[in-house]
């Protein structure tokens, strides 16, 4: 792996709301080589179009979405919602050259519809996200992207989630994925990651069917993920280790020369 | 910040990449900043290898404790695997960096008493304790590991859950008038990981890393090794209760921070019913 291709890795595994820390640390450890870090653009573009990273405009106090979907090419992005467009610095992060931008074409009431349906979902289950609608794949199938961010890096923990769905009107086909991404580093360094796909199909073809259907999809996925919290508690995390031995009782450490004799109980040493 | 220092910038990249991956990003790592080599491997915690002693048929475990160029120390047999060469590199007696007499003496007798603890509380798995001296007393590292695979037992067909627990204990223990003092660092490294076809891929991994220091009286190589049981058990029994909170109690926070299942708005409407009740009750 050359050293562009290695810190380029450390950008894309930059655990949410930590890509700031991640630069300083990958600057610190190029100071030789300072030309490196200037060819991290396209590092810095995957990021953001991957992590759906989010941006405000100047004199708005919306979220907006980068991503691949919304990309116009040559750093350009839209956003349907307020009819904008704007270009995007992947490296800091910023929006500017706001200009008035329209959607048409063939899905763009569907497009519309669907935004219209989506928002008071995400104020009803999000309280801090960004989401979009947009045609893609030539007009013939509309994205929707939700992404949700907590970042409490005072109290080490950082927090993602990412859904995007693509929907297909010739077949009523509705395709998701669902992501979550937490760190947590206090004295240490947890992470969960999830991803769970999703297939349905949206019969009444409407921004309404699209999203009752996300929400549906959504509740669903997020009772699994506290069962899966459960189960891995009880299941995996108690068969690595005991909380105390058989006999609930600390070990008697001057004692424990004598436990060898007994140690048939705990079921021999062989076993793993 | 313009200076920040490359080995800190390390470490914090360390805390920030997925821990799932530690090995993986410590040789990115190494490559990019080959300076830091030795000063990474001594103060970056891997989950354990394990290897199998050709002369007890016992499986220990390896780090950079028990280390001798590429050859490693069983706990077991005392000997080297690969075998030395004559004045081996690094080494400092000639047979390779051994305890003394004494201090192996008690090296001994702490893996029979570890063998015990790994098995009344991880019911398999391996363990391995290593020895070394100090100027002004010793030093050692307790090292327990278990892997396992496990089918979810309520489980839907296709699921399965895996998981693994590397503890590793690093002290000193220095003598002081009378008593002795202990210091001891433990950082476990706990992965867990499950699938199935409604819950799709969920992977919870990390590492955790405390600190203690206590003085103690010890008198015998026997005291000396049922303090060091004792500080262990305590640590292992406070970082797996830690753990717990962690991975099940804190990731599962923050998802329902990030979505709520219930209405945001009832949950809003509920907490000014709520605040009115308690205002009216105040009055």
Known sequence: MSALETISSFVEGAPPGELADVIADIKALTVADPGLVSQLGPAFEKYNEEQFSTVRLPGSTQPIIVSSHSSLGNGRYYDVESSTSFEYDHATQKASGAQSYVLEGAQADLTKSTLKSLSPYVKEHFPNAAYGVYPIENDSKVAIIVVANKYSPNNFWNGRWRSLYIFDPSSGALEGSLKVDVHYYEDGNVRLLTSKSVTTSISSGTGAGIVKEMGNAERKYQEELNRGFTSLSEGAFKALRRQLPVTRQKIEWDKVASYRVGQDIGGGSSRR | MASADPFDSALDLLRRLNPKHTTKHLQSLISLAPDLTEDLLSSVDQPLSVRRCKQTGRDYLLCDYNRDGDSYRSPWSNEFDPPLGSGGAGSE?????????????????????????????????????????????FAGVVLLKKGLTYDVPEAKPGSASEGSWDSIHVFEAIDRARMTQYNLTSTVILSLSTNSSGLGEMDLSGNMTRQIEQELPAESDEQQIANIGKLVEDMELKMRNLLQEVYFGKAKDVVGDLRSVGSLSEAGRDREAQRELIGSMRR
Do not use: Q
């Open chain 2, 93 to 137: 007696g000639g047979g390779g960096a051994t305890p003394s007499e004494k201090v192996r003496r008690m090296e001994v007798k702490a893996n029979e008493a570890f063998d015990v603890y790994r098995e009344l509380y991880y019911e398999g798995g391996v363990s391995s304790v290593y020895f070394w001296n100090l100027d002004d007393g």
